[in-house]
């Protein structure tokens, strides 16, 4: 389960960074219009993190090692943000803004992470060691 919640989580932590690096004023636009977002889009938006993040935990509530523990962060994380537009959607929009520098930082952050679960998802293919 480890390596199948690894292929999913890493490839769409990859192509976010790189989609905030490629399209940089987009996201910032978008980052920055959050305080006027629907309360019904900020609700499902919310809602799909959370159950994307508990389906995660449900099936991967595993601490034994380093990819076992990469992937049960990938669900907490998840989890959190959703629980947060959820149960307290105006607190959660003041948080400081992801623009600029600290956009390229999310990016290297989603880059390496991301990368991380590629490597523990699909490496055992390449190697034969699955």
Known sequence: ??????KIGGLYLVVTGIGFLVSKPFY???VMGNANADPVLLNLSGAAHFIVGMVILVNHFRWSNAPEIAVSLLGVAAVGKGASLIAIPEMT???PKTV???LLFSAAGFLIFGL???FVGY?????GTS
């Not at 389960?1 to 690894?6: F, H, K, P, V």
């Not at 490496?123 to 190697?127: D, E, G, N, Q, R």
């Open 28 to 30: 910032e636009r978008m």
């Open 116 to 118: 991380y679960l590629c």
């Open 123 to 127: 490496a055992p293919l390449v190697t």
């Open 100 to 102: 600029g520098r600290t």
């Open 93 to 95: 929009l003041q948080t």
């Open 1 to 6: 389960m480890t390596e199948l919640i690894a």
